[in-house]
């Protein structure tokens, strides 16, 4: 079955500097691959997601890149602020035939600090 | 709107004992899935179901039993609570399977004594 590797586990960075997170996958059917922000004491939100027929996405200063040749998926956070501070998960599915289950396999997360 | 209600927040159990932990989405999504999130090992999947009246296992269902009567209701039992069941429990639920958005409650956190 799918496996997702999360790197790093935790990650400190000055206000104001870039946060990047990497993961990957080792099944390649899957073909969505969602990033989720979890604030403590709170479930996971959707922060962005891409799919594999696109090789980047932005969103304010929020970005995501995949490579599905090597398969691994990365996410990138410009200007960082003290409020993105959290714990951020990757996943990936893929639609396993035509069941189209939506499961996830989430990497192990990863936290981030932003100093101010 | 209130999205996903995780219902109790918090919950401490002896062993042996049994609970059903509840989630109700008011968003009329057909696809609800049960995970468990444990230190340093993100969130596995429990079980899962894709609609009314339908359930199936995920990574780690044994322990577990779950129920969907009713669309925007996905209960998850434990029948006899073990320490290794100490978890949060998070509930999502997604419009539809893969590519759709799942939408998180905020966890139910278990303790078993």
């Known amino acids: 079955g799918e496996n997702v590797e999360q790197h790093p586990s935790t990650l400190s960075v000055q206000e104001g500097d870039s946060a990047v997170i990497k993961c990957t996958y080792s099944?390649?059917?899957?073909?969505?691959f969602p990033w989720y922000k979890q604030e403590l004491g709170k479930g996971p939100q959707l922060i962005i997601d891409?799919?594999?027929?696109?090789g980047e996405k932005k969103d304010q200063r929020i970005a995501v890149t995949l490579n599905k040749t090597a398969k691994h998926f990365s996410l990138h956070i410009t200007e960082t602020q003290p409020e993105d501070s959290a714990v951020y998960f990757c996943a990936a599915s893929n639609p396993e035939g035509s069941s189209n289950t939506g499961k996830l396999i989430f990497g192990q997360g990863t936290t981030l600090q932003v100093k101010p | 709107n209130a999205g996903v209600t995780q219902t109790p927040k918090f919950r401490v159990l002896k062993t042996g004992q049994s609970m059903t932990l509840l989630c109700a989405q008011d968003?009329?999504?057909?696809?609800m899935y049960w995970y468990r999130q444990d230190p340093g090992m993100g969130l596995r999947l429990i079980h899962y179901?894709?609609?009314?009246?339908?359930?199936a296992k995920g990574e780690v269902p044994d322990g577990y039993n779950v129920s969907r009567l009713k669309k925007q209701n996905f209960l998850l039992g434990l029948e006899s609570a073990a320490p290794s069941q100490t978890s949060v429990y998070f509930c999502?639920?997604?419009?539809?399977?893969?590519?759709?958005?799942?939408?998180f409650g905020d966890g139910t956190r278990l303790s078993i004594l």
């Open positions: 999502a639920s997604s419009y539809y399977g893969v590519g759709q958005p799942q939408h």
């Open positions: 891409i799919r594999s027929n696109v």
């Open positions: 179901s894709v609609g009314e009246g339908t359930t």
């Open positions: 099944d390649s059917a899957s073909n969505y």
């Open positions: 968003m009329n999504h057909e696809y």
